[in-house]
């Protein structure tokens, strides 16, 4: 199991002392999100200040961009970082393609196969010079003159991910991609009993094997020895309660029987009750959702809890430069000691 580290904010001015930080550390991976700054400019100032972590984006929205562009990105990113990139790509929800982006949202999960197979397609004219050919229902795709022609790279083969919670996702996931990014609202019952299955039954239908592909999540925590662990666990409950109250993870209230608190949740939500919310998270709740222990025994924790479920983890926990840097050296010596 890999130890990654997620930043859902991407400070440019900060990127290169926060990624040699991380490195130093011994984090294998660096994910930056789509939140309230792009995910791909970070990228590229970590690429130019590190020199073995893994970079990727969990994740990049995917439909308000075309396929030719998030194929010049990963592609420049992939050789500028020597083949440490990792092109992560999500759906996002209808109400942000089209009210935050200007995007178009039909038919997500074949639109997000066909962005798949039209970044490929691009990659391997890139790679091959042979001619730009792929026809779906939304691309299209047919003109790759020399000029316009990125040319092969040493490292043509860029993983791509995708963000993947229900049925259809996850089944794409497995058919068509390398890995998935599994949101921190997971619990072992889920992984095992739901996502999995799709994730096979994609593999299957795309003639892959499990050692070609990783499952990668973000999990809550809870560092019982932190400085500020009472501050951190009130996080976390707020956290669950939030995503909770989201129609797209009822399958995991479905899954245990926890349908009601996630409607009240949505009640909750819309009348804009957010500090009244955690309340609503019980103690077998956060068991489910929540690893809590010293920094040091949080990756045999882990270890004992997702078993070969999940392939890397990074904590639903921000790591801010200066702070707990012992407490995050130690779990990270911890994950590599164990795995």
Same mark, same amino acid.
């Given at each position: 199991?890999?130890? +990654? ?13 926060? %990624?040699?930080?991380?490195? #130093? ?6 994910? #930056? ?39 010049? $990105? ?29 995007? #178009? ?11 798949? !197979?039209?970044? &490929? ?12 050919? /792929? ?18 790279? !040493? ?37 095992? *009993? ?5 994730? !096979? ?6 003639? &892959?094997?499990?050692? *070609? ?11 019982? +020895? ?5 501050? $951190? !666990? ?5 956290? $669950? ?9 009822? $399958? ?8 009601? %608190?996630?409607? &009240? ?22 068991? *489910? ?21 999940? +392939?890397? %983890?990074? /904590? /639903? ?23």
């Amino acid at each position: 199991m890999k130890i +990654d580290v997620m930043l859902l904010n991407n400070d440019l001015s900060t990127m290169a002392e926060y %990624v040699q930080a991380a490195e #130093t550390l011994g984090f294998d991976g660096l994910w #930056t999100a789509e939140t309230n700054h792009d995910p791909f400019f970070p990228l590229v100032v970590a690429t130019e200040h590190s020199h073995q972590i893994q970079l990727g984006t969990a994740i990049a929205v995917t439909f308000p961009r075309a396929p030719g562009t998030l194929a010049q $990105i990963g592609w420049d990113l992939a050789k500028y970082s020597k083949g440490r990139f990792i092109l992560g790509l999500g759906s996002q929800v209808r109400a942000h393609n089209e009210r935050r982006f200007g995007a #178009t949202w039909d038919k997500p999960v074949r639109q997000m196969r066909e962005s798949i !197979e039209a970044i &490929r397609a691009i990659w391997h004219s890139y790679q091959t010079g042979e001619r730009l050919q /792929y026809e779906g229902e939304y691309f299209k795709l047919s003109l790759m003159t020399p000029f316009f022609n990125a040319g092969p790279i !040493e490292y043509p083969n860029v993983p791509i991910y995708i963000s993947a919670v229900n049925k259809l996702m996850l089944r794409l996931a497995g058919s068509h991609c390398n890995g998935v990014h599994l949101h921190a609202i997971n619990t072992v019952r889920y992984l095992a *009993e739901y996502a999995w299955p799709q994730i !096979e039954a994609g593999m299957q239908k795309g003639g &892959r094997s499990r050692s *070609e592909f990783q499952a990668a999540a973000g999990v809550f925590v809870i560092p019982t +020895d932190a400085q500020e662990s009472a501050k $951190i !666990e009130a996080y976390v409950r707020q956290q $669950i309660s939030f995503y909770l109250s989201t129609p797209a993870y009822r $399958i995991v209230t479905e899954l245990h029987g926890w349908e009601e %608190v996630g409607f &009240r949740l949505s009640k909750m939500a819309r009348r804009g009750e957010w500090q009244e919310m955690p309340t609503l998270i019980s103690d077998e709740m956060m068991s *489910e959702f929540v690893v809590s222990e010293k920094w040091s025994k949080l990756p045999g924790k882990l270890r004992e809890k997702y078993g070969t479920l999940l +392939d890397r %983890v990074s /904590y /639903y926990l921000p790591y801010t430069l200066g702070e707990e840097d012992e407490g995050w050296r130690e779990t990270v010596l911890g994950m590599k000691g164990l795995f």
